[in-house]
């Protein structure tokens, strides 16, 4: 059971994400009605207040503005898309991970144009990790290994690492924020209801909402943890993956939980998350599995190139953008980059 000052916490967090949340898709969905009273007034603010972080207004990325004319005479805005950093996973025919080549075993395309990389990395950098776990009633008998599992994931990690615990079942809670401090994401972890429906996508936006407005740490990161596909999100599948598909949104891990591997759309629809931010959907046929793979994600993580490219079309309209990266090398038959297949531009709104 959580403590009072632990629900405060929840509750307050809880009114940050969802307010956020509201903020960003209310233009498309309507969702200032939606929303309950005590989350709409609440107003989302830079820093912390009452130990929860308060993200700024979802609608505010970094990215330069300038104004272009229409055919009315009037001027809008249109943000510029500055650069656009990719994580890179790269692995051989064995699938095998690749960690020694250079930028120029790499080429970028951008909705099939041809990119120069303006910016190239291979160590182990500092990354932002949200740990999203389902708290609903099936997981009851898994929270264990889970929480081992995640634990071994952030020993494994560079120890500048910054980590947050979200845990949901209807409604997403942070019971923690970003924090190095093994002992804090234990506490975090052992915050067990196990009760209630699965709202994976509203927690999953609502966490990558909270990556992108602690912009402390470039590379950003998310594990989701569940049994059972999403049926009580307000968001769609599709809206959760445009949320995840900005121009530096994080990639996306998955570990589905179930006796023989997940079945159907549950199944389905974390393999597309993962795969279109360059992450991986593990499906082990035994818990006894998941410490391997939380190790196997804590070695790709810190396994990963970053690649920078500025676009060469800064006029992009506000449409999803495709991308392609390749790699080749002397003495590999084949390599496979694992990335993100595209973004959408800023100000892309709608469906």
Known sequence: MRSSAAKRVSSIALTVLWTVLATAFAATHGWAQSVPAAQSRATPTAGTQNGAAQPASADAPPSAQEPSGNDSGMFVFKKQVEEVVLHATVVDDQQRLVTNLDKNNFSVSENGVAQTITSFRREDVPVEIGIVVDNSGSMRD???????????????????????????????????????????LQAALHQVSAKGSTALYDAISASAVHLEHNPKLSKKVLLVITDGRDNMSRLT????????QQPDGPTLYAIGLVSGGMQGQGREALQELAAGTGGVAYFPDSLDQVNQIARTVAHDIRSQYVIAFRPQNQNLKPEYQTLQVNATAPGYAKLTVRTRSGYFAPNSRGH
């Open 237 to 244: 599948l599709q809206e959760t993956l445009r949320r995840l």
């Open 142 to 184: 898994k929270r264990q290994q889970v929480e081992d599992a995640v634990l071994e994931l952030v020993r494994a990690s560079n120890p500048q690492d910054q980590v947050f615990v979200v845990n949901f079942g209807s409604n997403p809670y942070l019971d923690q924020d970003f924090t190095g401090d093994v002992n804090l």
